[in-house]
């Protein structure tokens, strides 16, 4: 089992950058492939970006194509979520999620992912 935990939320006005990280705790992480999810007030959560727990394979969300890059560090157990011009509409609560499947894709759908964090706030202003 492993335990998420997001930070790097806040506020940021629109066209800004962020960086969100999550860092696990426990065994598997580097087996894992891990995805970031969102959900604005009134939404359904929803796929971000996933990356292969070996890394070389990663997926985004056609939203957030060309503005947003998930990486990781197994040697760290973290995972991160560079996000670049940003917009109103990114607005949201953000999750780091863990999926222990070793799939050969990346999963997008929610229900795909075995363990979840707590989540951090992003929001961002005109």
């Known amino acids: 089992q492993v335990q998420l935990t997001e930070s790097g939320g806040g506020l940021v006005q629109a066209g800004g950058s962020l960086r969100l990280s999550c860092a696990a705790s426990?065994?598997?992480?580097?087996?894992?492939?891990m995805g970031w999810f969102r959900q604005a007030p009134g939404k359904e959560r929803e796929f971000v970006a996933g990356?292969?727990?070996?890394?070389?394979?990663?997926s985004y969300a056609d939203s957030v194509k060309g503005r947003f890059t998930i990486s990781r560090d197994n040697a760290k157990n973290t995972v991160n979520l560079q996000m670049s011009s940003l917009k109103l509409e990114d607005t949201a609560v953000y999750y780091c999620?863990?999926?222990?499947?070793?799939?050969?894709?990346?999963?997008?759908?929610?229900?795909?992912?075995?363990?979840w964090g707590q989540g951090t706030q992003v929001t961002v202003s005109s």
């Open positions: 426990g065994r598997g992480f580097s087996l894992y492939n």
């Open positions: 999620a863990a999926d222990r499947s070793f799939r050969s894709a990346v999963a997008v759908t929610a229900h795909e992912y075995d363990y």
């Open positions: 990356i292969r727990y070996t890394g070389g394979i990663t």
